[in-house]
């Protein structure tokens, strides 16, 4: 059996063409996994349970389904989804996981994070992540009307879009140092993390360890990838062809 693991899907709504593609991995590959595990950003904004479920629905109905199948899924919150709660859970029937946790994937201990924890070069999004993770903060957000939310959630994406085109490009990548201090703290030589939108397998040495860091392909119009893992092997599934 293979664990499943993907990120970075952000997802706009059911009527985005990546909600199929996601919808019928979910009904037919996915069903196949021991487990699936989505590393965070899976939408590309969640404004709060209450504005994003009925955004989602059929997304979210499809996970709920696939649980019900008897597969276990997990889902990492992101920097663009921070705010899913309680009835995003009890809808999608997924266990949400700390940022970072060390997980046995078919045997091997592997580190897993949506992946901005590392990205310690941009103090500017440390900052926001320093809030974003803490629960109160979270909770004082959802008080906010949800008019007020989505227009909050309009203005960041506006200002990080802004930020991607003035911030110098390896600010936004993970700074190696943080890497192997976290690979180090949790005892592991995987790491598998999403965020960057810089997939690409990373092979390097920390303390003689033969060390690799996967980093999980984001979904575009002419690529959207799932990660399947066994014990042996790491081979992509292209969900955009299948
Ligand atoms: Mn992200």
Redesign the pocket.
């Known amino acids: 059996m293979a664990v499943h693991l993907l990120?970075?899907v952000h997802l706009t709504g059911d009527d985005d063409p990546n909600a199929e593609r996601l919808m019928r991995y979910l009904d037919g590959p996915a069903r196949a996994a021991e487990a699936v595990y989505v590393l965070?950003?899976l939408f590309d904004v969640w404004v709060g349970d209450d504005g994003s479920l009925p955004v989602h629905a059929g997304v979210i109905d499809r996970f709920a389904a696939l649980a019900r199948t008897g597969v276990p899924l997990y889902f990492m919150r992101?920097?663009?989804d921070f705010a899913v709660g309680e009835a995003f859970v009890a809808a999608s029937h997924m266990q949400i996981l700390d940022d970072p946790v060390v997980v046995e994937l078919c045997g091997i201990p592997t580190l897993l994070s949506?992946?901005?924890i590392f990205c310690t070069d941009d103090t500017a999004h440390q900052a926001f992540r320093a809030r974003y993770t803490d629960p109160r903060w979270r909770a004082r957000m959802m008080k906010i009307p949800l008019w007020l939310r989505r227009r909050i959630a309009r203005r960041a994406r506006k200002r990080s879009m802004r930020g991607k085109t003035r911030k110098p490009a390896e600010i936004m990548d993970v700074n190696a140092e943080a890497v192997c201090r976290a690979m180090q703290t949790h005892d592991v030589t995987r790491l598998i993390h999403?965020?960057?939108h810089r997939p690409d397998t990373h092979h390097f040495e920390i303390a003689g360890d033969a060390c690799e860091r996967i980093v999980l392909p984001d979904w575009r119009p002419d690529r959207a990838q799932v990660l399947v893992a066994d014990q042996r092997t790491l081979e992509y599934l292209d969900v955009a062809s299948w």
Do not use: E, F, V
């Open positions: 990120a970075d965070g950003d992101g920097n663009r949506h992946g901005d999403g965020h960057t």
